[in-house]
């Protein structure tokens, strides 16, 4: 049988696992970042569909991504 993942992790140099568990976190706070603008865009699609939209050019920013920001 082959060996998992984190056998595989744990063969590797501390300074490479160093990495890897750094970049990990990275990717997870990112995922948890797109999970809450998603959220976020369900309930403003919800709130407009009950008549609790926005005035007139008012701009509503979900959030900030690597530097970008989503309108």
Not at 26 to 38: G, H, M, N, P
Not at 52 to 60: I, N, Q, S, T
């Amino acid at each position: 049988m082959g060996k998992s993942l984190r056998e595989k992790i744990k063969e590797q140099l501390i300074e490479n696992q160093i990495k890897i568990e750094s970049r990990a976190q990275e990717l997870i706070a990112q995922e948890l970042t797109r999970q809450k603008i998603r959220l976020e865009k369900q309930q403003l699609k919800v709130r407009v569909r009950k008549g609790k939209g926005f005035k007139k050019r008012e701009v509503v920013i979900f959030g900030k991504i690597n530097d970008r920001t989503l309108i």
